[in-house]
T-cell receptor
Framework: GENVEQHPSTLSVQEGDSAVIKCTYS??????FPWYKQELGKRPQLIID?????GEKKDQRIAVTLNKTAKHFSLHITETQPEDSAVYFC????????????FGDGTTLTVKP | DTEVTQTPKHLVMGMTNKKSLKCEQH?????MYWYKQKAKKPPELMFV???????INESVPSRFSPECPNSSLLNLHLHALQPEDSALYLC?????????????????FGEGSRLTVL
């Protein structure tokens, strides 16, 4: 089955700095890679996703890159703000079978004002 | 409406109680899921319903019993739980493979039901 590894487990940055979270996956059949943000006591919410037919996707301060050959993908947050503080989970799945998403263990991001 | 609604938000039960968690979505999604989440851990898949039929049971103990009365509703019946079952139970939905052209793959999560077993 799929195995997703996520690093780092915790990340602390100063407000305005950039944050990068990296994930690797094992199953070459995976073609859908979402990132979920979960604030304390709240639900996981999709913040950005990428499909295997593109290498990079950007949405304002958030970007995701995908290297299919190396089987890794990364989340980049620029100009971080305190409200970016949360747990971030990467996941990998076959797009038409999202329920079988394999999640990384999560990264706790703290943005210090 | 892009919401998945779960009730109750909090539940405290004894090991001999019977209770149920409820989930509802009106996005026309045909796949619905139950996840269990412990603090600072990723969601752990328990059950998947596809077109109202149970398609995946991730070897969940029988003290958890899912039910999908119709395409909008999903229940999780709880009986004789253990203290280690205390967790956040998340319901989610997604478009299923039957709608490939519109299938974004995104999981829509509810806010969860926080369960404490005494």
């Amino acid at each position: 089955g799929e195995n997703v590894e996520q690093h780092p487990s915790t990340l602390s940055v100063q407000e305005g700095d950039s944050a990068v979270i990296k994930c690797t996956y094992s199953d070459s059949a995976s073609n859908y890679f979402p990132w979920y943000k979960q604030e304390l006591g709240k639900r996981p919410q999709l913040i950005i996703d990428i499909r295997s037919n593109v290498g990079e996707k950007k949405d304002q301060r958030i970007a995701v890159t995908l290297n299919k050959t190396a089987k890794h993908f990364s989340l980049h947050i620029t100009e971080t703000q305190p409200e970016d503080s949360a747990v971030y989970f990467c996941a990998a799945s076959i797009r038409t079978n999202a329920g079988k998403s394999t999640f990384g263990d999560g990264t706790t991001l703290t943005v210090k004002p | 409406d892009t919401e998945v609604t779960q009730t109750p938000k909090h539940l405290v039960m004894g090991m001999t109680n019977k209770k149920s968690l409820k989930c509802e979505q009106h996005m026309g999604h045909r796949a619905m899921y139950w996840y269990k989440q412990k603090a600072k851990k990723p969601p752990e898949l328990m059950f998947v319903y596809s077109y109202e039929k149970l398609s995946i049971n991730e070897s969940v103990p029988s003290r958890f019993s899912p039910e999908c009365p119709n395409s909008s509703l999903l229940n999780l019946h709880l009986h004789a739980l253990q203290p280690e079952d205390s967790a956040l139970y998340l319901c989610a939905s997604s478009q299923d493979r039957g709608e490939l052209a519109r299938n974004t793959g995104e999981l829509f999560f509810g806010e969860g039901s926080r369960l404490t077993v005494l």
